[in-house]
């Protein structure tokens, strides 16, 4: 069993700033890329920002130079650091693990239940 649990949402004014956290947990016998996704009412899921084992970092346009990933894979957990927010990040936002169990290296996607940034004044 392998959990993803997030924390840090809510609601904060334009221009203010949010971290989010997410812990991964259970039978984990090596995780690789760690991520964030947002999914706005009536969009498909996007992704955010990604992060390698080794510190690789991928983004979306949408939020370069704003957003921050970062991750302690000591304690299996990705963090997202968010500034100058906007209205259109208002979302849920999800992590995701891309892990393995088992030594064979089949790997999986697992994600977290998902933490809801508003941003609005």
């Known amino acids: 069993q392998v959990q993803l649990v997030e924390s840090g949402g809510g609601l904060v004014q334009p221009g203010g700033s949010l971290r989010l956290s997410c812990a991964a947990s259970?039978?984990?016998?090596?995780?690789?890329?760690m991520g964030w996704y947002h999914q706005a009412p009536g969009k498909q899921r996007e992704l955010v920002a990604t992060i390698t084992t080794g510190g690789n970092t991928n983004y979306a346009d949408s939020v370069k130079g704003r957003f921050t990933i970062s991750r302690d894979n000591a304690k299996n957990t990705v963090y997202l650091q968010m500034n100058s927010l906007k209205p259109e990040d208002t979302a849920v936002y999800y992590c995701?693990?891309?892990?393995?169990?088992?030594?064979?290296?089949?790997?999986?996607?697992?994600w977290g239940q998902g933490t809801q940034v508003t941003v609005s004044s």
């Open positions: 995701s693990a891309d892990l393995s169990k088992t030594s064979t290296g089949i790997t999986y996607r697992y």
């Open positions: 259970g039978s984990i016998f090596s995780i690789y890329v």
